[in-house]
């Protein structure tokens, strides 16, 4: 198995608190991804990096922000969790290929399931 | 981006093949077919990807159609621990993309006893 793992693995929180979620890797791989679950929409992308310091927005990325200053860590914040961000997180990691390239063979953490009351 | 489209749902046997089909219709000469699957509550699971050729590896098999709009994931011999979410994920994938996956509904699998 893909050396990824997500902290918290659970958490519940108040509405308007902050939240960082951690995914840190062992495999030295240059694209890291977060993405979140929720019933009827599927897996949605909210960022990903192809690099250190290297990052970008994906479908759903209002109202969270990442960085990575490390290789091995990706990491997710909520400044202020709201109602809406209650859902089950996902971190995956890919190797890069040339140039942007990417093999497209994503490797998922286990999760990290977030309430927000 | 170019969608693809597949069953909600299936239903198998267990110790017979499941086959699953996706259609991918607007894809391009260049985009890959990607299958992932989604055990109850785990991340999701690479499976298997191709462009035009058929593929095979210790998971399942990969046939696409020679004109690329429809491909056909094949589990040979399905066990209960193959129920799970199988996503077919078409263009936009790898490449150039960074590797960015947009996941549908998926087909929903559930081998019986």
């Known amino acids: 198995d893909a050396g990824i793992t997500q902290s918290p693995r659970h958490k519940v929180t108040e509405t308007g608190t902050p939240v960082t979620l951690r995914c840190h890797q062992t495999e030295n791989h240059r694209y890291m991804y977060w993405y979140r679950q929720d019933p009827g929409h599927g897996l949605r992308l909210i960022h990903y990096s192809y690099g250190v310091k290297d990052t970008d927005k994906g479908e759903v990325s209002d109202g969270y922000s990442v960085s990575r200053s490390k290789t091995e860590d990706f990491l997710l914040t909520l400044e202020s969790a709201t109602s809406s961000q209650t859902s089950v997180y996902f971190c995956a990691i890919s190797e890069g290929l040339a140039g942007w390239m990417n093999t497209g063979e994503l490797f998922f953490g286990e999760g990290s399931r977030l309430t927000v009351l | 981006d170019a969608k693809t489209t597949q069953p909600t749902s299936m239903d198998c046997a267990e110790g017979r093949a499941a086959n699953l089909p996706c259609n991918h219709s607007?894809?391009?000469?260049?985009?890959?077919v990607y299958w992932y699957r989604q055990i109850h509550s785990q991340g999701p699971q690479y499976i298997i990807h191709g462009l035009k050729n058929n593929e095979t590896n210790e998971m399942a098999s990969l046939i696409i159609t020679e004109d690329r709009k429809s491909s056909t994931l094949i589990l040979p011999h399905a066990t209960l621990r193959d129920t799970a979410v199988y996503y077919c994920i078409g263009p936009n994938a790898g490449g150039t993309s960074y590797g960015k996956l947009t996941f549908g509904q998926g087909t929903i699998l559930t081998v019986h006893p």
């Open positions: 607007t894809i391009s000469g260049n985009e890959y």
